[in-house]
């Protein structure tokens, strides 16, 4: 007995084992283990010993050893008793994360005979770590399974070789195997009949390779790896696995290169782990180049990997390689299938509807949507939701779009570019469907009908500046994109570039994108607009004329020049009215109805607002109707006609949910949360500002979220809730100091004003009015320098 301790704590110790680790996988307690050690116990119970030879994996003579150092306490196997399989790959020592998924797996598998015999499913893409985690969820389910665990590698192997394997493992002679499928699942299962094993089949292809693999009694477990759902496997729990966050990925980097090459560049490990975008196997291969290419830095890594071109060459060690795993998926796709694989690497999207490929590939859009649903059953593509009108999104991981670039990188130059110009014009065509109708929605179907499509241009740079001047009113006027702004500007001054023959000043289209600047959030860019402007008037592009004059408009009025603003946008509304263009004619309306607003003049605002609705009401148009109703609540709201404003922002209220434009539904709560407050519903105005923020915030609306946060202070003013008003205030004009906006400055310094007259601050308090007076006076806001006025007098 006096041996028994030292040779558990050195068999421990050589399994890389903690007492507790080993406790858990014996099934027995870590105060048992630690006494043994020890040796402050008697003799060890036999169930003892067998479940630590068991948890420490011991096998013939090293198990014979060890028991016999117990005091022969452990009953000897007989030579017809089955002896326990443990044929489990080494679980790797650096698993890190996935805390969740082994969880749940650990607690459908290991439920014990009562549960009968539980499935489970592990699905998920090349490289995502499917097998690491069935590995290390298997071997701490050891002790709950005593008779053994098999590993059943599938691969290109069948379910007849499979049994073959597993037959022979359980002690079946070779000759006395079945010939035929069934017969040898019948034997199988006769042999694991009575028994508590866990069977792992991993790399499964399909249902029918894994169904014979199963055991059939209660008390049994199987668990399953593949690249697709195996959405047919009986009775299974599935279980999708994706990429480690961002914190995980940076942990299993520092445990394969070691902390310490880890913490020193702290900065270009986190470049890395991102560019290996969450797939463990990535990273892992990065970890072991910084490990044993002791010469690379963890900043040349990250150089070498932020080169696209060469990323999945980089991702290589040993015999390990992204592009390896990345093969044997797509080699299982058929010939379609690789096809529309590797044109959508071409796109360089976030996500894309369906009617995009089909554009790719000169096809109508029913004929893609079949393929589409492959990949992403084989996890080589992902849904990433559905758009506003109802279309499936799809989005590629970094590393498969690098890849499927690879696959058409053979492909003539010609026919790529062909496929983008195709693209391009499909997209120009929305914009174009999109005017027409001042949107109704995208149909469902998309606007791709296949090659007798009309085709807007022929050049791929035309079509690039045209969508990208297209995306003015309505990606960033209607739906505040404007951290796209500078990229979009870039790509339109290229492409425009291109097509220098078509526009004398080819850099001017890409001025109706417009860029944050030093004059404000939008931007001085009245000159640049001025001359494209005059540059489509030359060239007798009226359309293109009236559209900039729009956005000169809106900069002016963005930027506080009011008086500036009213001229473009009165001659936008005259030229869209004679080319019949209704829709930008009540998009220019709106605009002006705004301007109006913000002069004072409500009569002309109100007008213009009617006559945008009567556009949208003759078009059965309730969407954007309501947009119009909420310019005619917002201009009720401020010139004080509280309860015409609540009646107007209410009405679209509703449709705007309905409709999913979570934009401006946000700033329709905004807006009735001032109109609740002229009615002195201070906690129904309390609630609509934090409804707004809320929506705001989700999405990323900062300037936005700023605006309701002024108004959640205005409504806890009305509460006497001084002291959270005034904080709300502060933070407000910080933040529009910080974005560089003087108009909103000078409001939340009004603001703040009211909020430090209520608290006795009046010195203070007039130091705020006294400050914002001359922005209001210099920018034409005549209400808010009269308000300002009005309390300087008090």
């Not at 998924?101 to 893409?125: C, I, N, Q, T, W």
């Not at 990323?311 to 058929?334: I, K, P, Q």
Request: glycine share 10%.
């Amino acid at each position: 007995m006096s041996d028994f301790g030292p040779l558990l704590r050195r068999l421990r110790r050589q399994a890389l084992l903690t007492q507790e680790h080993l406790a858990e996988l014996a099934g027995v307690a870590t105060r048992t283990v630690r006494e043994l050690e020890r040796g402050r116990t008697g003799r060890p119970h036999a169930d003892t010993v067998r479940l630590l030879a068991d948890a420490l994996q011991l096998r013939g003579d090293a198990r014979a050893r060890f028991e016999s150092s117990a005091g022969g306490s452990a009953a000897p196997a007989t030579l017809d008793q089955p002896q326990p399989l443990s044929q489990l790959p080494p679980e790797v020592p650096d698993f890190t994360g996935r805390h969740r998924e082994v969880a749940d797996l650990m607690a459908h598998l290991g439920a014990g005979p009562a549960a009968g015999m539980p499935v489970a499913v592990v699905s998920g893409r090349a490289g995502v770590g499917k097998t690491a985690l069935a590995v290390h969820v298997a071997h701490r389910l050891r002790a709950r399974f005593p008779d053994g665990q098999l590993f059943l590698h599938l691969g290109a192997a069948g379910a007849p070789e499979a049994l073959s394997r597993a037959l022979r493992s359980l002690g079946v002679p070779g000759p006395a195997v079945p010939e035929h499928v069934e017969d040898r699942a019948a034997l199988y299962r006769a042999h694991l009949s009575g028994r508590r094993v866990l069977v792992l089949v991993d790399n499964a292809a399909a249902e029918a390779q894994v169904r014979p693999l199963l055991p059939g009694g209660a008390g049994s477990a199987a668990l399953v790896t593949s690249r697709g759902a195996l959405a047919g496997l009986e009775a299974s729990r599935w279980l999708t696995l994706v990429e480690l966050e961002p914190e995980s990925s940076l942990e299993l980097l520092s445990r394969v290169a070691g902390a310490g090459r880890v913490e020193v560049a702290a900065d270009q490990a986190r470049t890395i782990v991102g560019l290996c975008g969450g797939l463990p196997l990535a990273v892992r291969i990065a970890g072991a180049r910084l490990a044993t290419e002791r010469r690379l830095a963890a900043g040349d890594l990250a150089a070498r990997l932020a080169d696209e071109r060469r990323r999945l060459d980089e991702l290589r060690a040993g015999d390990l390689a992204v592009r390896t795993s990345f093969n044997a998926s797509y080699e299982a796709l058929d010939a379609e299938a690789r096809r529309l694989f590797g044109v959508l690497g071409l796109l360089d999207a976030p996500d894309f509807p369906a009617w995009v490929p089909a554009a790719l590939l000169d096809r109508a859009v029913a004929e893609v949507e079949d393929t589409l649903g492959l990949l992403a059953g084989a996890n080589l593509l992902d849904v990433a939701g559905h758009d506003a009108a109802g279309r499936r999104r799809y989005r590629l991981h970094d590393l498969l779009a690098a890849y499927a670039r690879e696959r058409v990188r053979d492909e003539r130059v010609t026919t790529r570019q062909a496929g983008v110009g195709r693209a391009l014009d499909a997209w120009l065509s929305v914009v174009d469907w999109v005017e027409a109708r001042v949107p109704e929605g995208v149909p469902a179907g998309g606007l791709w009908r296949g090659p007798e499509a009309a085709s807007l241009t022929s050049e791929t740079g035309d079509a690039g500046w045209a969508a990208a001047g297209a995306l003015v009113a309505f990606s960033f006027e209607l739906r505040a994109h404007w951290d796209r702004w500078p990229e979009t500007r870039q790509v339109a001054l290229a492409a425009a570039g291109r097509v220098g023959d078509r526009l004398e000043t080819p850099a001017q289209p890409g001025a109706l994108v417009v860029t944050p600047g030093d004059a404000g959030p939008w931007g001085d860019l009245s000159v640049e607009l001025e001359a494209c402007a005059a540059a489509f008037r030359e060239i007798a592009e009226r359309r293109w004329y009236a559209a900039t004059l729009l956005m000169l408009g809106n900069v002016h009025r963005a930027a506080g020049r009011v008086d500036e603003a009213a001229a473009p946008l009165e001659d936008a509304v005259g030229v869209f009215r004679e080319l019949g263009a209704r829709g930008w004619e009540a998009m220019a309306l709106l605009s002006l109805g705004s301007l109006q607003t913000v002069q004072g003049c409500l009569d002309e605002a109100v007008e213009r607002y009617e006559a945008c609705l009567a556009i949208f009401r003759e078009r059965e148009d309730r969407t954007w109707e309501a947009y119009a109703l909420r310019g005619l609540g917002y201009a009720y709201q401020q010139h004080g006609r509280w309860e015409a404003a609540v009646r107007c922002l209410e009405r679209a209220l509703p449709v705007l949910r309905e409709a999913g434009d979570q934009l401006w539904e946000g700033h329709t709560e905004l807006t009735l949360a001032y109109a609740q407050r002229g009615l002195r519903r201070f906690a129904a105005s309390l609630t609509h500002a934090k409804g707004a923020e809320a929506i705001l915030h989700r999405l990323g609306d900062e300037r936005g979220e700023v605006m309701a946060r002024r108004a959640a202070g205005a409504a806890l003013l009305g509460m006497r809730r001084l002291e959270e008003a005034r904080t709300c205030c502060e933070r407000c004009l910080d933040a529009f100091r910080a974005q560089g906006d003087p108009i909103s400055t000078a409001r939340a310094t009004c603001d703040l004003g009211h909020v430090l007259r209520e608290l006795g601050r009046g010195a203070e308090a007039a130091a705020c009015f006294l400050a914002c007076l001359p922005v209001f006076r210099e920018r034409g806001l005549r209400q808010w320098e009269a308000e300002a006025q009005r309390q300087l007098d008090r």
